[in-house]
């Protein structure tokens, strides 16, 4: 098994570009989560999916954000148009279920928007 | 979701064990303690998890108090690869919430 998939590890970008960030989780996983980590907020929730459909997206900071899961094998988190405080890891995780354990987390996005 | 209380940082000799404390006073019959840990740069791992019964695994040991108002997670042989933050996390089971990860306890394991 090899684990959550996110891609891009880094990303730097410029303000006011387009970015894309991925993530492929655990096959027969059926929940997904992504998430915000910075030093001063922590890590937050953006959006979680069940069986494909957002469930809660109330931690989507602005409509500047979006995220989609066409199928049960990937999933990505656009942010348009970028700013420097969009600075962060995004983490992407995957569960069966919908209990509170065996969450597995990918390895992160590292964004840097300059 | 109750709210958990961590200390910010703890320290731990090398082979000693580790034990770090959560406070959920609020805790409602319907919701487990989770423990997660996220080593540097690293996406956040899960440890343990239980209701009201003490829990071991290979990783560690669970021990919730009889009012389930506090519970302490127990690294028996604490080793430099354990240096981590360590979240304790309490939600209700197979509700659909996500986890919502407070500030943690920042572990350092020193040789």
């Known amino acids: 098994d090899a684990g959550v998939i996110q891609s891009p590890r880094h990303e730097v970008t410029e303000m006011g570009q387009e970015v894309t960030l991925r993530c492929k989780p655990i096959s027969g996983h059926n929940s997904l989560f992504w998430y915000r980590q910075t030093m001063m907020r922590g890590l937050e929730l953006l959006i979680y999916f069940n069986n494909n459909v957002p469930i809660d997206d109330s931690g989507m900071p602005e409509d500047r954000f979006s995220a989609k899961m066409p199928n049960a094998s990937f999933s990505t988190l656009k942010i348009q148009p970028s700013e420097p405080r969009d600075s962060a890891v995004y983490f992407c995780?995957?569960?069966?279920?919908?209990?509170?354990?065996?969450?597995?987390f990918g390895s992160g996005t590292r964004l840097t928007v300059v | 979701d109750a709210k958990t209380t961590q200390p910010p940082s703890m320290d731990c000799a090398e082979g000693r064990a580790a034990n770090l404390p959560c406070n959920h006073s609020t805790i409602s019959g319907n919701e487990y303690v989770y423990w997660y840990r996220q080593i540097h740069s690293q996406g956040p791992q899960y440890i343990i998890h239980g209701l009201k019964n003490n829990e071991t695994n290979e990783m560690a040991s669970l021990i919730i108090t009889e009012d389930r108002k506090s519970s302490t997670l127990i690294l028996p042989h604490a080793t430099l690869r354990d240096t981590a933050v360590y979240y304790c996390i309490v939600r209700v089971g197979g509700s659909g919430y996500a986890l919502n990860f407070g500030k943690g306890t920042s572990l350092l394991v020193t040789p």
């Open positions: 995780a995957s569960i069966y279920g919908q209990s509170g354990y065996g969450y597995t």
